[in-house]
């Protein structure tokens, strides 16, 4: 299970005068859920590129500093590995499902995927079956890949990328065209995948209010840098770069903001104040806490 | 836009229903008006036959039974590029729209086709980039800008059309929080302004704060007409059409259950209320249970 070592990165595309991404330093521990958010344009496609080798293996452009995978056998820059190789550690859902299919029926595409990494024959229609009920389209499994709705050719590149269940899984925006149900579904399984196998999830989103129950680390981007990163409840407490970025800040950490300025709460940097509300839960047992007094 | 009065049946489905080749049925017997004015959310899972609604609209897709009039003309008898100067979309997938090496070009295409050109030409396309902050990519190739920002250029090139209707397939998807009701701004000036609009989304905060009318398909069918109140109300319906509620009406009622309540809810005004009950005291009609679910299935 590699670790992810991004070094000072900085990559501009060509013939651009303004870089995509600007010194970027971030590691990423193996068995880490990670999610980033940011307005469009901050960079956030640029920077996955840059970890799975789309940059600089198919993307060119100038790039300085470097992102390393550590294994035990050693450390590696991502540009120095071969794209076979990167294929064995890490699976990509793009920004774009429609483009990253590539077969003709929807079986084909999960299977083509599997036969691309060596999975055994005997064990190739269970994973199948498996990835597609996980993305809930098993009903889908003979449908022509070209003739499914956005959101549900967006559930085939996901479950492609299940089905491989490799130890690194990058996703950029994979619930921007799923419904609600769908969604949740989705994230659920990506939190399983990550509780019980340990596997690295880096996830590019704007529903911070589903991932930050889920994830280890929020990371906030801005005009191709990092602005904020940490765990969920530690980020969540800075409102004010929320604001000033423009990113929506979820409903039960609002409540939670909004108490402090009512004064029913310390500030939220005092000792003994209590953590951030993740979920609508929390914050139903916090204000329940406040009313009684406890 | 004096052809269409406020009120006027606009968009019309009348039995609409639409079988593919594949022998999908993706709608069936679908019965909906959309007056003039009006801004209609559709909703629904994955695969309920939004697009192929919305589709028929501009007349891309046929009934393959029941009939669809646009401005009260059967859609079988116009041609689609007559029918593009009553109604403009933004497609789902901004890579089935953009088909220009220059964003100029690719905003400028529509009005073009209407027979602009010159300045007035150019002052259509520099605000309707103005508006979705695309003004410094003008002269950039849209395929070279990021996916929100693709779908954002395609946001520009219906604007610059004016057309009486504006239909968006997913039109905030992809966007940040501040870009999606920075979109949601200009579509309701428009409306505003007496434009048709019908946006299809996923976002639930979004129909419940900019809906006046929410359309939910589910498996071809109309499953609901009618207000965003009506439908975060019904839960069975929530259920069967894959939908949630948004999470500050999520949170309102749950905190009913402590008996605060607050009449427009925000996380602020529910806090407000909270405030004040603790100042009244400690209370005495609290239910101790934790976690208590009562109100979301
Ligand atoms: N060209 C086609 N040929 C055959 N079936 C199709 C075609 N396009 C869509 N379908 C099917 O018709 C149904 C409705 O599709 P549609 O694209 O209208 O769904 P949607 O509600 O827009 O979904 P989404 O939210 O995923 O965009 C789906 O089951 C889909 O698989
Ligand atoms: N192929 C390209 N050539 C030139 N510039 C590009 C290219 N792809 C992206 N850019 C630019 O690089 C910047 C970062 O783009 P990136 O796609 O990483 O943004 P993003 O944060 O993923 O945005 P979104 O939320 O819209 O997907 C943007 O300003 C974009 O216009
Ligand atoms: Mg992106
Ligand atoms: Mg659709």
């Known amino acids: 299970m590699p670790k992810i070592t991004i070094d000072n990165l900085s990559f501009a595309y060509p013939d651009t005068s303004t870089e995509a991404l600007k010194e970027i330093q ?22 996955l590129r840059c970890i799975n080798g789309i940059i600089p293996h198919f993307q060119p452009g100038t790039l300085q500093g470097a992102v390393y995978l ?13 794209t076979p190789h990167l294929a064995r550690y890490i699976g990509s859902v793009f920004d774009d499902p429609e483009g990253q299919i590539v077969s003709p029926i929807v079986e084909e595409e999960i299977a083509f995927a599997l036969e691309n990494t060596g999975v055994d024959p005997t064990q190739m229609d269970e994973r199948i079956q498996h990835a597609l009920d ?39 925006e994979p619930t921007s065209e799923l419904d609600p149900d769908g969604t949740e579904a989705v ?17 590019v989103e704007q529903k911070i209010n589903l991932l930050a129950p889920l994830c280890d680390r929020l990371v906030l981007m801005d005009q191709g840098r990092i602005v904020l990163e940490g765990p969920p409840r530690q980020v969540l407490r800075q409102a004010d770069v929320f604001t000033q970025l423009g990113i929506e800040l979820p409903v039960p950490a609002r409540l939670m903001h909004a108490l402090v300025k009512e004064g029913a709460l310390p500030p939220l940097d005092s000792p003994g104040a209590p953590p951030v509300p993740l979920t609508v839960d929390e914050a139903y047992t916090l204000s329940q806490a406040l009313l009684t007094g406890s | 836009m004096d052809v269409f009065p406020a009120g006027h049946p606009l968009l019309q489905a009348q039995q609409l229903k639409h079988t593919f080749r594949t022998g999908r049925c993706a709608l069936q017997s679908v019965n909906v008006t959309i007056h003039a004015g009006e801004m209609v959310a559709i909703i629904g899972r994955n695969g309920a036959g939004k697009t ?41 997938n901004p890579d089935h729209q953009i088909f220009h090496g220059r964003l100029f070009d690719e905003v400028a295409f529509g009005p073009r086709n209407l027979g602009l050109s010159g300045k007035e030409l150019d ?15 003008v002269d950039r190739d849209p395929a070279e800008l990021s996916r929100g920002q693709r779908k954002r250029a395609t946001i520009a090139s219906v604007l610059a059309m004016k057309t009486p209707v504006l239909i968006l397939d997913e039109p905030t998807s992809g966007q940040d929080y501040q870009e999606s009701r920075q979109i949601m701004a200009i579509l309701q000036q428009l409306h505003q302004q007496g434009h048709t609009i019908l946006l299809i989304t996923h976002d639930m905060e979004l129909v419940q704060e900019q809906a006046q009318r929410v359309l939910v398909l589910g498996d071809g069918q109309l499953l609901l007409d009618g207000s965003p109140d009506e439908l975060f109300r019904q839960a069975s319906l929530l259920q069967i059409a894959g939908l949630r509620r948004p999470p500050i009406i999520d949170l309102q009622h749950r905190l009913e ?25 400690p209370s005495v009609h609290v239910d101790p249970t934790p976690g208590r679910n009562a109100a979301c299935p």
């Not at chain 2, 609209?57 to 593009?84: E, I, M």
Request: proline letters at 3%; glycine letters at 10%; aromatic letters at 2%.
């Open chain 2, 52 to 92: 192929t609604l919305t589709k028929h609209f501009n007349g891309l897709l046929k009934p393959t039974a029941g009939t669809v009039l646009v401005g009260g003309q059967d859609t079988r008898r116009v041609s689609v590029a007559q029918l593009a100067r009553t109604v403009s979309y933004v497609f789902q």
């Open chain 1, 26 to 47: 971030l590691t990423i521990e193996p068995g880490e859920f990670v999610a980033i958010t940011g307005a469009t344009g901050a960079g956030k496609s640029t920077l």
């Open chain 1, 187 to 203: 994230l659920h399984v990506l939190s399983e995948l990550h509780r019980q196998r340990g596997i690295t999830v880096i996830i």
């Open chain 2, 123 to 137: 002052q259509r396309v520099a605000s309707a980039l103005d508006a979705v902050n695309l003004a410094a990519y």
């Open chain 1, 70 to 82: 550590e294994t035990s056998a050693g450390r590696s820059a991502v540009g120095r590995v071969s």
């Open chain 1, 134 to 172: 996980d993305c809930g389209i098993a009903h889908l499994r003979q449908h022509p890949t070209n003739r499914l709705s956005g959101g549900q050719k967006q559930r085939v590149a996901i479950a492609a990328a299940l089905a491989l269940a490799p130890s690194i899984l990058i996703l950029d």
């Open chain 2, 257 to 281: 259950e402590l008996g605060l309540t607050a009449s427009v809810p925000t996380a602020e005004s529910l806090a407000a209320a909270l405030a004040s009950r603790i100042q009244q005291g």
